[in-house]
């Protein structure tokens, strides 16, 4: 299910600036968000979980925006890793 951006902002009680600087952010690290007919992005609900994450991680005080955005996006890289290679391990599994 995908996501669109007010949606993510009221689950997150966060403003429309707050969740375009983080996914402006997040796609400085390499993270692709899918975007829709009107081209806003929308997110998965790993993507939002991502996000709710690098905000908790930075209200902490104990991490830099940057570095809490690039831990969740590493963290998003590897869940994107691991879902392809189950996805291919299935499809190879079917054709054997």
């Given at each position: 299910?995908?996501?669109?951006p ?19 952010r ?38 830099t ?32």
């Amino acid at each position: 299910m995908m996501t669109p951006p007010s949606e993510v902002c009221k689950q997150l009680n966060i403003s429309p600036s707050t969740i375009r600087k983080y996914s402006l952010r997040f796609e400085s690290e390499g993270i692709l968000f899918k975007r829709n007919k009107s081209n806003s992005r929308i997110y998965t609900v790993t993507e939002v979980a991502a996000l709710r994450e690098s905000m908790t991680v930075k209200k902490s005080g104990d991490i830099t925006f940057e570095n809490a955005v690039r831990e969740a996006a590493e963290g998003l890289k590897g869940a994107s890793y691991n879902n392809a290679r189950k996805r291919r391990h299935k499809h190879t599994a079917a054709a054997s």
